[in-house]
């Protein structure tokens, strides 16, 4: 508002005040101006190729007049006299208002909403004000569109040729608008040179996000703004982030199938639906191609389910992802398929300088559940003590329960006749014998570790 409309409405709300005073019983007070907001144009906006549109939010009747006044005003600010004024009424909690037989010319303008709150004593609500150009003319700049779609880089170069008229200016604003529109509020607004040819190049500043974008670019004429062609750009910088999380990293599958892998999606714009999967045999995509299976993301996520059998073995998964401009988003997993669920990691087994025995067990991915026992000897014949018994060395005997995916450290304290019988011995490779329920039958498989010693 204005200090000379300012200072008229207090002036006014004076006299009122005092003329209420007179006439009406002591307590008269008045009425609580309305709260009134313009919601459209937004600041910034350039509308081309027609009149805007004035929206927001208002009083209805009975609680207050009901009707809003629009002024809009020459300039970027609000002056004492508008160029044009129209009214409206309010329903619902709302209005919308567009010029017709007086449309404005080509300019920069600002505007602000009023409403009365009506009653004896009236006070005005002033949302606002909103600073927006309107360009329906000739377009004397020219921006040239880029040169591929979509655009890979989050800091685009644009370039173009302004007007070389008498009086042009020799820099020209580029505008950058989220959308395909300009009736936003620009996100970016760089300042650029124009060179002795007529030309510029501006750089759009790092960091704009994957989407849709108009960008346009205005020049100061001898007396009055000039607005380019809008350009619509698609920007489309990362790839997308696809990822495998089932199987984990070093996982183990158990026989039979079905198989579930899962993994994260991109679902940036641009981003494709489908997830494209390829299971190797072996340790990397090299290896030979098992099968092909393509699937549907679910926002960021996507899940398969493999129901072709797979021999015991070690397996590759890949998983790719493509986005509009051709770019690739992909990720490897490798993992082992086993024939029960239970294993121990021979390789883990370890004896501390205080005789405590460690080995990890685990259970695979894919099942409920698995249990097995665990018996270590040494493969060599020992003998603890002079005239006993000889024969492989009993080190750990235990029983573990796990859960799906699940992992566990086994411990076993050896006596102080076995950490003397070890120390004396020197490293020695162990037996490792893991016993199991398959359907009726008890089955064992035993594997042998490096050397191990105390210590």
């Not at 039979?256 to 714009?269: I, L, V």
Request: net charge positive.
């Amino acid at each position: 508002m204005s200090a000379f409309r300012l200072k008229l409405t207090l002036l006014a709300a004076l006299l009122l005040g005092a003329v209420g005073l007179l006439l009406t019983s002591p307590g008269a007070a008045l009425a609580a101006a309305p709260k009134v907001t313009l919601n459209s144009p937004a600041s910034g906006a350039l509308i081309e190729g027609g009149q805007p549109t004035f929206s927001g939010s208002a009083v209805d009747a009975p609680d207050a007049s009901g009707v809003v006044t629009v002024d809009v005003y020459s300039g970027n600010q609000v002056g004492s006299f508008p160029v044009l004024v129209l009214q409206t009424a309010v329903s619902g909690g709302s209005y919308h208002v567009a010029p017709s037989a007086l449309p404005l010319g080509d300019g920069l303008y600002t505007a602000e909403v009023s409403e009365s709150s009506g009653g004896t004593f009236p006070t005005l609500g002033y949302s606002n004000s909103v600073s927006f150009w309107v360009f329906n003319g000739a377009e004397h700049v020219y921006l040239n569109p880029p040169a591929k779609e979509p655009v890979t880089s989050s800091a685009p170069v644009f370039y173009g040729q302004a007007s070389e008229t008498v009086g042009a200016s020799d820099t020209v604003v580029l505008d950058v608008y989220a959308g395909t529109t300009t009736d936003s509020t620009p996100l970016e607004v760089i300042i650029g040179s124009v060179n002795a040819y007529g030309d510029f190049e501006i750089q759009v500043q790092p960091g704009l996000a994957d989407g849709q974008y108009a960008v346009v670019v205005g020049q100061h004429l001898a007396g009055a703004e000039s607005w380019s062609n809008i350009v619509k750009m698609t920007v489309k910088a990362a790839a997308p982030g696809v990822s495998i999380t089932t199987p984990s990293l070093g996982g183990r599958l158990s026989l039979p199938a079905p198989f579930e892998f899962a993994g994260g999606a991109g679902q940036r714009y641009g981003d494709a639906d489908t997830i494209r999967l390829a299971l190797h045999a072996g340790t990397s995509t090299n290896g030979r191609l098992i099968g092909r299976k393509s699937v549907k993301r679910n926002g960021g996520r996507w899940t398969a389910s493999w129901a072709t059998s797979l021999s015991p073995g070690t397996y590759t998964l890949s998983a790719t992802q493509q986005d509009v401009a051709g770019q690739i988003g992909s990720a490897q997993r490798t993992f082992t398929v086993v024939s029960i669920a239970q294993f121990v990691e021979a390789n883990t087994v370890r004896i501390s300088s205080t005789g405590l025995l460690t080995i990890r067990a685990g259970c695979a991915n894919g099942v409920s559940s698995c249990a097995g026992d665990v018996l270590i000897n040494t493969k060599r014949s020992m003998q603890t003590q002079y005239g006993g018994p000889v024969g492989p060395l009993r080190l750990m005997f235990v029983r573990f329960s796990l859960g799906g995916g699940g992992r566990v450290t086994l411990k076993a304290q050896l006596s102080q006749a076995q950490i003397v019988t070890l120390r004396n011995a020197g490293p020695q490779r162990l037996a490792v014998t893991l016993s199991y329920r398959r359907g009726s039958k008890l089955s064992a498989h035993t594997t042998y570790t490096s050397p191990v010693a105390v210590g």
